[in-house]
C-alpha cells in the first residue's frame, strides 16, 4: 500500500514537473556568471571589469531565488575561468532546468548603451521575452530589444536559454551604475522577476534610434560542424572575441542594415 502510494505520489510529482517544464516554468535554474578567472570580458582594457559584475548579479539572483523555493546551480560561484562547453555541459545535466547566462555589454562608441536578451532556440523565446521586459522596466536605460542569436551557451544547451545583456560598462552612465551593488541588486531582482513570469509593470518602447544589432558582446560563435574545436577556442574567446564578432557581424549584419549602422556610427 505504500509502496503504490509513494509511486502515485512520484508520479503526481512527475506529472507536475513535467507540466512546469511544458510550459517553460523550471523550478531549476542554472545560473551563468559571463567570463571570469582571466577573461575579464568586454573589450581589452576597459576600465571597469565584466566578470565581477556578472559574478556578483548572479549571486544575489541565486539568493532571491533560493529564498522563492527555486535549485540554483551556478556555473561558477567565485571567479575562475570555465570554458563555455563545461558551462553548457553543466546545464545540460539538469533536465527540466532553465539556463540564465548573465553579462554586461561593451562597444568601443560611449554612448551605446541599454539592455539586450538573446535566445536561440523557439523554446526559449518566451523565458526570454520575460526577463527582457521585467530588466528593461526597472533599469533607467534603453531597450535595445530580444534578438536571436546562435551564441555557444544558448546553441549548446538542451534546455531553454537566455543570455541577458545587463547594460554597457563602456557607457559611462550605465557603467556607473552598474558599480552599485544597489543596481546589480535590481537587476537581480527584475531578473528574478522574469523568470518567475511576473509581468512587467511597465516597459520602456524599443529604442526608436536603433537602426542595427549591437557589436557589443562577447560570445564565441561556433558553427555546428567545429564543436570538437570548441574547446579549444574557448579558451582563447577573451582574447579574440573581438575579432571574432567583428566576423560574425560582417556575416550576419543583412548589407542595408549594414550602411545604415555605419551612418549611426
Ligand atoms: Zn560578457
Excluded: W
Excluded at 231 to 248: C, D, E, F, I, M
Amino acid at each position: 500500500m505504500n509502496r503504490s502510494r509513494s509511486i502515485l505520489i512520484s508520479a503526481f510529482a512527475g506529472l507536475l514537473a513535467f507540466t512546469a517544464s511544458a510550459l517553460g516554468q523550471s523550478r531549476t535554474i542554472v545560473i551563468d556568471a559571463g567570463h571570469g578567472g582571466y577573461d575579464r570580458g568586454g573589450v581589452p582594457g576597459q576600465r571597469i571589469s565584466e566578470k565581477d559584475k556578472t559574478l556578483d548579479v548572479a549571486q544575489r539572483l541565486k539568493r532571491i531565488l533560493q529564498a522563492d523555493g527555486y535549485r540554483v546551480i551556478m556555473t561558477r560561484d567565485s571567479d575562475v575561468f570555465i570554458p563555455l562547453p563545461t558551462r553548457v555541459a553543466i546545464a545540460n545535466s539538469y533536465r527540466g532546468a532553465s539556463f540564465v547566462s548573465i553579462h554586461f555589454n561593451c562597444a568601443s562608441r560611449v554612448g551605446a548603451n541599454g539592455i539586450e536578451t538573446y535566445y536561440y532556440r523557439s523554446d526559449s523565446a518566451s523565458l526570454a521575452a520575460s526577463i527582457h521586459r521585467n530588466v528593461v522596466s526597472g533599469a533607467p536605460t534603453e531597450n535595445r530589444g530580444i534578438r536571436r542569436r546562435g551564441f555557444y551557451v544558448l546553441r549548446r544547451t538542451a534546455i531553454p536559454s537566455v543570455l541577458v545583456e545587463c547594460g554597457f560598462l563602456t557607457n559611462p552612465t550605465e557603467g556607473r551604475l552598474a558599480l552599485t551593488g544597489d543596481y546589480r541588486q535590481r537587476l537581480a531582482e527584475q531578473i528574478a522577476r522574469g523568470i518567475r513570469r511576473q509581468p512587467a509593470p511597465y516597459v520602456r518602447a524599443l529604442t526608436p534610434s536603433l537602426r542595427s544589432v549591437s557589436l557589443g558582446n562577447d560570445f564565441v560563435r561556433v558553427p555546428a560542424e567545429s564543436f570538437s574545436r570548441s574547446r579549444k577556442r574557448s579558451s582563447k574567446s577573451a582574447r579574440t572575441h573581438r575579432s571574432s564578432k567583428n566576423r560574425k557581424s560582417e556575416s550576419s549584419t543583412p548589407r542595408k542594415k549594414k550602411k545604415k549602422k555605419s551612418s549611426e556610427e
